[in-house]
């Protein structure tokens, strides 16, 4: 599987971004599907995840509430809707792919990752 992020930007603190994830090949309806981000000096962090037929999300809770995950299998996409966005959401953020069984939130339990795109919260 190929992962391709694209969405990300500079934005201003309360505002809104639509991070998308695009993946190829015919097996993306099976992965649990995931975000991460990675901040300088950081370790990369838990977002938000979505099992593979998207009946079960679950957010880290410093997005709880701002995000809200979601995917298309029919168009192999998975999204990220950010609102309410603060300073220190500022950083690189990844979609991933997970075979396991149910949704899980450590980035060693990932099997494909994208490139990354950066987002910016600043004024």
């Known amino acids: 599987v190929q992962l391709v992020e694209s969405g990300g930007g500079l934005v201003l603190p309360g505002g809104s971004l639509r991070l998308s994830c695009a993946a190829s090949?015919?097996?993306?309806?099976?992965?649990?599907m995931g975000w991460f981000r990675q901040a300088p000096g950081k370790e990369r962090e838990f977002v938000a995840v979505?099992?593979?037929?998207?009946?079960?999300?679950v957010y880290a809770d410093s997005v709880k509430g701002r995000f809200t995950i979601s995917r298309d299998n029919a168009k192999n996409t998975v999204c990220l809707q950010m609102n309410s966005l603060k300073p220190e959401d500022t950083a690189v953020y990844y979609c991933?792919?997970?075979?396991?069984?149910?949704?899980?939130?450590?980035?060693?339990?990932?099997?494909?990752w994208g490139q990354g795109t950066q987002v910016t919260v600043s004024s």
């Open positions: 090949g015919s097996t993306f309806s099976r992965y649990n």
């Open positions: 991933a792919a997970d075979k396991g069984w149910y949704p899980r939130g450590r980035p060693t339990e990932y099997d494909y």
């Open positions: 979505i099992s593979w037929g998207g009946s079960t999300t």
